[in-house]
T-cell receptor, first 114, second 112 residues
Framework: IAGITQAPTSQILAAGRRMTLRCTQDMRHNAMYWYRQDLGLGLRLIHYSNTAGTTGKGEVPDGYSVSRANTDDFPLTLASAVPSQTSVYFC?????????????FGPGTRLTVL | QKEVEQDPGPLSVPEGAIVSLNCTYSNSAFQYFMWYRQYSRKGPELLMYTYSSGNKEDGRFTAQVDKSSKYISLFIRDSQPSDSATYLCAMKGLVGYQKVTFGTGTKLQVIP
């Protein structure tokens, strides 16, 4: 069982380019999340999805969009990348049936926007 | 003021020492309290969780919650070099279950 996979592992991107970060989970979790992690700021929620077909905005959604066409995939798109989007991006998932709402994280994507 | 405050460290201790990691918070609606461990260049993984106030022990790890003081702690006994990682506290309320608020993390180094 892979859990959560993310691609690419790392990427250097020119400002203004469009980029999609991929996230796939095989745990059949209802909910999925995208976070960015920056030094001194910790993990901040970008967007989330409670179930396939629905999405919601997190703490820092501007400049990002997501879709949830099925249970397993939750891609994050940067329509026109800017240097302030340089960060490490983590995808996570959780099961609504878990009272603790434990979130399982992927290995992350390191994105540098120049 | 951030909802969750956590000392970023770094914290450096000798092998075998007792480690105390702490977070304070301001939102009285938080009911679930968690500690995640994150190794370098990896995603966070859940280490322990506690509901409401009290203590919870799991091997060398003890999580403690004091809701009256809005203060949570993670104690690591007999610390090992393999415990070297960043520890993130996290918490959430009962309503809006999907929203977890994370601390910024404390980096711990255990010296052999």
């Amino acid at each position: 069982i892979a859990g959560i996979t993310q691609a690419p592992t790392s990427q250097i991107l020119a400002a203004g380019r469009r980029m999609t970060l991929r996230c796939t989970q095989d745990m059949r979790h209802n909910a999925m999340y995208w976070y960015r992690q920056d030094l001194g700021l910790g993990l901040r929620l970008i967007h989330y999805s409670n179930t396939a077909g629905t999405t919601g905005k997190g703490e820092v959604p501007d400049g990002y969009s997501v879709s949830r066409a099925n249970t397993d995939d939750f891609p994050l798109t940067l329509a026109s990348a800017v240097p302030s989007q340089t960060s490490v991006y983590f995808c996570a998932s959780s099961s609504h049936g878990d009272l603790n709402n434990e979130q399982f994280f992927g290995p992350g994507t390191r994105l540098t926007v120049l | 003021q951030k909802e969750v405050e956590q000392d970023p460290g770094p914290l450096s201790v000798p092998e075998g020492a007792i480690v105390s990691l702490n977070c304070t918070y301001s939102n009285s609606a938080f009911q679930y309290f968690m500690w995640y461990r994150q190794y370098s260049r990896k995603g966070p993984e859940l280490l322990m969780y506690t509901y409401s106030s009290g203590n919870k022990e799991d091997g060398r790890f003890t999580a403690q919650v004091d809701k009256s003081s809005k203060y949570i702690s993670l104690f690591i006994r007999d610390s090992q070099p393999s415990d070297s990682a960043t520890y993130l506290c996290a918490m959430k309320g009962l309503v809006g279950y999907q929203k977890v608020t994370f601390g910024t993390g404390t980096k711990l180094q255990v010296i052999p």
